[in-house]
């Protein structure tokens, strides 16, 4: 249960801290300085929480990333399950702590498609949470990154915002797509489940590619 107590938590300051960066200072194209300060507050986030609850649960706050685990084998399906729910609890009400100071109007963070385009969107996401997931994978694989992994995944993640907030404000996360959508609805809940399938398929391929790249390395 600690486990995803420490889930729920991170995932509710994700979103907070994350989404509510996002919603106050505006990512339309004109603000370049908005897309730099959203995607540090993502990555920055990630690193507080993985120095803070990493020790405790691993610090997913992620599906995709608990998918990543799953299927390369470092986590049961039972705890697959309990973190996952506990990381969408935690988004639901890091964005319900939000809505008092920013308001339901300033989108809470969500995110949508690109130019209205389901494939290049799904894409887009695949690509995005691949890449991100893989560095979270290679950066705990072993005991002895556990100094650094934190900073790595953090800054992993604040890269793949900085390219991925012009196309579809990135979500490589599905849980923080949908916390922020609950109470935003309209278009943004009508393609949620892009940015549910689409991490999850990139979270799920980066296992199996980290896998196949590893495979009898413990021979040599």
Known sequence: MKKYVAEFIGTLALVFFGCGTAAAVGCD???????LI???AFGLTIVAMAYSIGNVSGCH??????????????MSVKDFIGYVVAQCLGAIVGAALLIPMV????GLGTNGLYNGQIGVSILIECVLTFM?????????????????????????????????????????????SLGPVLFVGGDALSCLWV??????????LAALCYRFLTSGAEEK
Do not use: C, Q, W
């Open 132 to 176: 991100f997931v893989l560095a979270v994978l290679g950066a705990t694989d072993k005991a002895e990154n556990g100094a650094v992994a934190g900073l790595v995944i953090g800054l992993s993640l604040t890269l793949v915002h900085l390219i991925g907030i012009h196309f579809t404000g990135t979500s490589v996360n599905p849980a923080r």
């Open 29 to 35: 194209a004109e603000s370049g300085a908005g897309y």
């Open 38 to 40: 959203t995607a540090l």
């Open 195 to 204: 940015f549910i399938v689409a991490p999850l398929i990139g979270g799920a």
């Open 103 to 106: 308001g339901v109007k300033s």
């Open 61 to 74: 706050v992620n599906p995709a990333v608990s998918i990543g685990m799953l299927v390369s084998g470092r």
